[in-house]
């Protein structure tokens, strides 16, 4: 959720205010940032260049609008010194990152690369399109406490996921943990993440110091962390948690970040920490609110500030679940379906 807007202190800025739609801005040699307007309360995704000596490679893609599209032929035109794109990076699945690739790599006729699990997750929720909501999902969320109006709302946005993702190609190239990977005139080192996206690949280069965080650290909003009717049981808030504790133990902490959204920072291992706390923070307000049997649906005053609304009823619920099930898993929460099928969690 966006919820959690803490500004860091110790968070720096180097570069004042991101590039104008259709432009560039070099961030390192090579390197170059641009954005691409997103129709959404997060109005915008920071997309990454990087050039060699024979082409370009293009690091996440945008959605897919007309708006995009024709961003993009704009930049082709202005600032790709007669070279080619030669790759697509994405870093994850999620419609803001992936939505142009398959129109990209047609365009250029080049490869996409991915990880193994962000490509196959994409191509299966892609294929709900225009599909029903199933039973698996009404049951999911009416065990969260959902009521007809809310369900109503999940029943509308089902399928919706590919809305906004071009056709993607029908091979990709895998992208894994640890990989050294040529892109641009450096050599790149994939991290993977998880607990955002199942495989969240970021990609580090050690000479410049510089790591593309994807969504995987973000300077100041929190990453959606949330529990989908797919994967019922699924425990994504320890998986992140990890993945934070990772990244602080394999980035310097003087790494410069690029992230997805937001400018780029120097303080990695600052707000990595305070991702951790603030996490562990919410997991102790959800521990003391539940000493009375909560639905799902009832923890979210005490979790979020601003107001629920159709618009992230889907994401609130995934999220307040994500602290559940971890609180459960450490054994600290217990559930009881009640005779409605409605889960109730009361601290352990
Ligand atoms: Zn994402």
Same mark, same amino acid.
Request: glycine share 8%; net charge negative; hydrophobic share 40%.
């Given at each position: ?119 196959? /997750? ?11 909501? %199933?039973?698996? &999902? #009404?049951? *999911? $969320?009416? @065990? ?101 504790? /990772? ?11 690029? %992230?997805?959204? &937001? #400018?780029? *920072? $120097?303080? @990695? ?80």
């Amino acid at each position: 959720m966006n919820t959690y807007t803490k500004l860091s202190h110790e968070l720096t800025y180097p570069i004042e205010g991101p590039p104008e739609h259709g432009e560039l801005i070099s961030v390192a040699p090579g390197v170059y940032w641009l954005r691409m307007p997103l129709p959404i309360g997060l109005n915008h995704i920071n997309l990454w260049l990087l050039e060699g000596d024979d082409g370009w490679t293009i690091v996440d893609t945008g959605i897919a609008t007309d708006e995009t599209r024709g961003l993009w032929e704009q930049l082709f035109g202005k600032y790709l010194n007669n070279k080619p794109v030669t790759k697509i990076v994405v870093t994850h699945m999620h419609p803001d990152h992936v939505g142009l690739a398959g129109w990209l790599t047609s365009r250029w006729d080049v490869n996409l690369w991915m990880s193994r699990t962000e490509y196959l /997750m994409c191509r299966n929720l892609v294929a709900d399109n225009d599909k029903e909501a %199933p039973e698996e &999902g #009404l049951r *999911f $969320y009416k @065990a969260a406490g959902f009521d007809e109006d809310s369900l109503n709302v999940y029943r509308k946005r089902f399928g919706m996921f590919g809305a906004r993702i071009a056709p993607l190609p029908n091979a990709f190239h895998r992208l894994m943990d640890g990989q050294k990977i040529r892109l641009g005139q450096y050599e790149w080192t994939v991290v993977v993440g998880n607990g955002h996206s199942p495989e969240h690949a970021c990609l580090y280069n050690p000479k410049l110091n510089l790591l593309i965080a994807g969504d995987q650290i973000l300077p100041r909003i929190s990453s959606n962390v949330s529990v989908r009717p797919t994967e019922p049981d699924d425990n994504p808030l320890a998986d992140w948690l990890n993945s934070c504790r /990772m990244l602080i133990r394999k980035l310097p902490p003087d790494v410069f970040v690029l %992230p997805s959204h &937001g #400018l780029p *920072f $120097y303080g @990695a291992h600052e707000r990595l920490k305070e991702l951790i706390e603030q996490h562990e923070g919410d997991l102790e307000k959800l521990y003391v609110f539940c000493a009375e049997p909560k639905r799902a649906v009832d923890t979210f005053s005490a979790l979020f500030k601003g107001d629920i609304n159709e618009g992230n009823l889907i994401i609130a619920v995934g999220e307040s679940l994500a602290h559940l099930h971890y609180l459960q898993a450490e054994g600290r929460m217990v559930v009881e379906t009640n005779v409605n099928g409605v889960n109730m969690y009361r601290s352990a």
